[in-house]
């Protein structure tokens, strides 16, 4: 145990050397798109020599949608299992699970009303799919898809789309229409049509990039934070020759679990609100 721990500080010590160096020149430049990244599973493997040149390659190009993917498969076997074992008195796997669906109906139900429960499926599943992707920047092994504007910027078109289909189905064409036009009822308000059509139409689109954006700002500086203080805690007993560090990174690791539940929120808040905006208003006048 203790030896395969130390292996993986060691082999860590390694992979972050060339960040070191980067940074003292002033460049600042990982192996992962420009951004230093603590090793990842697979890449540990490679270095271990267990994982072959030609699969390591292909891991290295499709890191965030493996782990990505991974996130869902993890989501789908703990739903499936406690689905395939729920009982009337329930178990700690169940109760866990009522719990945090629960706690997202609520949730959500503060903001959409009686339309909770019909979107609360998509956005509670959407909140903890970003979460999970958010932690795992933060587990040893891991790699956070979050870290990917390619992966953001997907997440935030399904929710442009989802809004989209929303309004479309819940107002009509028409009144689709009527809402993207700013709903004139007076000559004035026709005659700014002209102006206030191309705005919202805009307005739409800087929906999805400004989630996209934040939840990818956010998480890569928090990991970069973390890959940082980790190359600062083995470069302070460099000198000593250790496989080891200094902890530093601990507090940073603690404030990205914080930090990571926030942008998950707030993610799934501002996609509560678009879908809430799609609504017909009288719906929600109170």
Do not use: C
């Not at 994982?51 to 076997?77: K, Q, R």
């Not at 191309?198 to 973390?226: C, M, Q």
């Not at 990571?260 to 609504?279: D, E, K, P």
Request: glycine residues 8%.
């Amino acid at each position: 145990m203790l030896s395969t721990l130390s292996n993986f500080i060691a082999v860590a010590a390694a992979r972050l050397t060339p960040f070191l160096t980067v940074a003292a020149a002033g460049g600042g430049h990982g192996e992962e798109g420009g951004k230093p990244h603590l090793p990842n599973f697979f890449s540990l493997l490679h270095d271990w020599g267990l994982l072959p040149d030609s699969i390591y390659h292909f891991t290295s190009e499709w890191i965030n949608v493996i782990y990505g993917a991974f996130t869902a498969i993890i989501m789908s076997i703990f739903a499936m299992r406690v689905y395939a074992r729920r009982k009337m008195i329930p178990e700690k796997a169940q109760n866990f699970l009522e719990m945090l669906v629960e706690s997202m109906y609520n949730f959500i139900y503060s903001i959409l009303g009686e339309d909770a429960k019909k979107y609360t499926p998509f956005l509670g599943t959407l909140f903890f799919y970003i979460l999970i992707n958010n932690f795992w920047g933060i587990i040893p092994g891991g790699h956070s898809p979050s870290t990917s504007i390619n992966i953001t910027a997907s997440l935030a078109i399904i929710v442009f789309l989802y809004a989209q289909y929303t309004g479309i189905r819940r107002l009509g064409i028409v009144g689709y229409l009527d809402h993207l036009a700013g709903q004139p009822r007076s000559a004035i308000s026709w005659v700014l049509v002209i102006i206030l059509f191309p705005i919202h139409v805009i307005g739409e689109f800087a929906k999805p990039f400004s989630l996209a954006v934040r939840l990818f700002g956010n998480i890569t500086g928090e990991d970069t934070l973390v890959a940082a203080f980790v190359m600062l805690g083995i470069a302070s007993l460099a000198f000593i020759h250790l496989p080891v560090g200094l902890p530093l990174q601990v507090p940073f690791m603690l404030l990205g679990l914080l930090l990571s539940t926030i942008q998950a929120l707030v993610f799934t808040i501002l996609s509560t609100i678009y879908i809430l905006l799609m609504l017909p208003h009288e719906e929600h006048a109170g």
